[in-house]
Structures are given as C-alpha cells and as structure tokens.
C-alpha cells in the first residue's frame, strides 16, 4: 500500500514537474555549477543555488517566497558561492522550458556581507538583464520567453564589469503569462563572490524588495494577453535595468 502510494505521488510529481521547472544549472567562465536539486531532500546537497522545492510557480505577485522561490533556505554547510569576476557571461539552464509567452528578468542584490546569512526576503534587489515582448503581439509575439526556448532553455547575462566587489546573490526570473486567469513567477537564486576593482553600486528607484516589487495591479502582471490581440507593447514590472 505505501509502495502505491509512494509510486503514485511520485508519478503526480513527475506530470507537475513536466509543465513547469526553474533553473538547473549555470555555466560560467567555463565551469558548469549543478543547482539544487528539487523534489530531493536538502540533505546531502551542495550547490551555489539556494534551495527551492518543486518545480511548480508562484502565483501571487506578494509571496513572501517571491525573493528566491520555496522555501529559499541556505544549505548549511552545502551552501556554495562561485567566484566570478564583474563582466563574466552567466549561462543559466532551465529544464526544458514548456512556456514562450511572458518576460525573462535577471537581478542581482548586495549581500552587504555573507549571502549565506541573508534574508532575501530583506535585501534590496537590483535588475541586470530583461527581455519581454520582442515582435510582435501579446497573443502571438516573439517573447523573452521563445528566445529562452529556442536558445537550448538558457538565457545568458552579463554582470556589469563596473559592480563592486562583494557578495551578491543573482535571481533568474521567468513571469509566465501563458494563463489569462493567474501569473506564474519561477524564480531561483544563486550565491556569487564578484571580484573586480569596480566601485559602481546601484540607488534609489534601481532598489526593489521581493516581495514588494510587483503587485496584480501592474500592466506586466495582471494581464490577459488573449484579449488584446493586435497589441504591441508589453510593460515588464519591476525598476529599470541597472546598466553599471
Ligand atoms: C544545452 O543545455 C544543456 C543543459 O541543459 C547543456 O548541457 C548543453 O551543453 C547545452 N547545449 C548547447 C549546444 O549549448
Ligand atoms: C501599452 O501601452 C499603453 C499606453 O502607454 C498602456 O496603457 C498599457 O498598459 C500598455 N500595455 C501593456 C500590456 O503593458
Ligand atoms: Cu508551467
């Protein structure tokens, strides 16, 4: 019976996991960094990646999970950070992607000391890199999405060369708006040690918490894109890009 049991929710995880999924790895300067692996138990792992649990999205903009996913906890002592010099390429690879329709946006927040010790919840979060709609409409277009798709399920951002040095964490975020009736948010974070002489930080309106960033009200995020066919430009939430 609990065999049964076992095997069925196994087999319920496994269809879940199929129609979502979040970041598995990342590459940069060449080394491949493994993340957490969802669906297992935390113990054991070691990964630059903070944990996350199933491969299912959020659906409320205001989640106190919305920084770095469920449940976003430290590995103890399996808690990594790559090191990795302002201006590096970071790849990160996605399970094969199901969605094509909403944003991909990548930020980035100071540690202002340990990553391991912080509480995402609490830290200001900057964006890097983002791509909403390409060409295109809301229902048909080309979205940051379909270029993640079609680019091997990965999407490739530059930190800027001019960040100061420190510990920070990146967030890779898709919003999947493929539903008219709720967003999907997938966000995972991962822990780097930025080396560099630079000495440029981001300010003011740059600054965002998660949650807090996004709300339902936001064009980007309460939106059904079936109904506006012909529609052309999309507002991805969140501040400006920071360029550095
Ligand atoms: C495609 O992605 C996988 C990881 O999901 C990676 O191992 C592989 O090298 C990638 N292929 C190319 C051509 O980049
Ligand atoms: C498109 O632009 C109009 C006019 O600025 C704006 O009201 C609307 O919210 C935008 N649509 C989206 C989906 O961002
Ligand atoms: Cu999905």
Redesign the pocket.
């Known amino acids: 019976m609990f065999a049964a049991a076992a095997l069925a929710a196994l087999a319920l995880g496994a269809t879940q996991a199929a129609a979502h999924g979040g970041v598995l790895s990342y590459s940069i300067n060449g080394q491949t960094y493994e993340g957490f692996k969802a669906y297992n138990s935390p113990t054991g792992q070691t990964s630059i990646q903070r944990e996350w649990d199933t491969y299912n999205p959020l659906t409320d903009p205001t989640d106190s999970f919305l920084s770095c996913n469920t449940n976003g906890a430290n590995l103890g002592s399996g808690q990594l950070s790559a090191t990795v010099p302002a201006g590096s390429e970071v790849v990160a690879y996605w399970n094969q992607w199901p969605h094509t329709i909403g944003p991909v946006m990548v930020y980035m927040a100071n540690c202002n000391g340990a990553c391991t010790s912080a509480t995402t919840s609490a830290l200001e979060w900057f964006k890097i890199d983002e791509a909403g709609l390409i060409s295109g409409d809301?229902p048909t277009g080309l979205w940051g999405q379909g270029e993640l798709v079609a680019d091997n399920s990965s999407w490739t951002t530059t930190i800027p060369a001019s960040l100061a040095p420190g510990e920070y964490f990146i967030r890779h975020e898709l919003l999947a708006i493929h539903t008219s009736d709720q967003p999907q948010f997938y966000p995972e974070c991962a822990q780097l040690i930025i080396t560099g002489s630079g000495t440029a930080q981001p300010s003011g309106s740059y600054l965002v918490k998660f949650p807090g960033a996004y709300s339902m009200s936001d064009?980007?995020v309460g939106?059904d894109v079936y109904s506006?066919p012909g529609?052309t430009?999309?507002?991805i939430p969140g501040p400006a890009v920071w360029q550095g």
Do not use: E, F, S
């Open positions: 809301l064009p980007g939106i506006q529609v430009n999309y507002t």
